[in-house]
């Protein structure tokens, strides 16, 4: 068996997404959350109000999905906001792109289901290209789960924290 480390780094999934015309700035990505931010203005030209159904929410300087349960991680599926590839923290933008990460092994299953969503309406409702494929996220997500599931380690249990 690989050194536990290398497992909880294959079990991460990870995809930017370029924007490919205009880039939004800090005001823009905050409306992600369902409202504005009182010191951050947006220009209006991006829908990502249209996407709090993702149930992203601000944590610390960048945005997250919260658990809602006791299990897994306290921020499921994280958002980082991208100038030039890298993550921009505390910065009103413009940004290049937006980065989403997400552990398998700390999360549930089904989770992953909701990862799936999120890249989807990132790639379907925003003007951006995203680093992979959806397909190759899914078949990623598909070994992923049968290799902990092969070690009879269930995913986001106490176990898995452990790990």
Do not use: C
Request: proline share 4%.
């Amino acid at each position: 068996m690989s050194n536990p480390e290398s497992q909880v780094i294959n079990s991460e999934i990870v995809v930017d997404f370029t924007f490919k015309e205009e880039q939004p700035m800090f005001g823009d990505l905050f409306t992600i959350v369902g409202h504005g931010h009182q010191s951050f203005r947006t220009s209006g030209r991006f829908i990502f109000h249209h996407l709090e159904d993702l149930y992203f929410s601000q944590v610390k300087e960048f945005f997250g999905v919260k658990s809602m349960r006791k299990d897994g991680d306290e921020v499921m599926i994280w958002m980082y906001p991208l100038i030039d590839g890298e993550i921009a923290g505390e910065h009103k933008g413009p940004f290049s792109g937006m980065r989403i990460r997400f552990n398998l092994l700390r999360n549930p299953e089904n989770i992953s289901d909701h990862f799936v969503r999120v890249f989807k309406a990132f790639e379907s409702q925003l003007k951006t290209e995203p680093s992979r494929s959806l397909e190759s996220v899914e078949t990623e997500i598909v070994k992923i789960k049968a290799f902990w599931k092969d070690k009879n380690i269930a995913l986001g249990s106490e176990q898995a924290l452990a790990i």
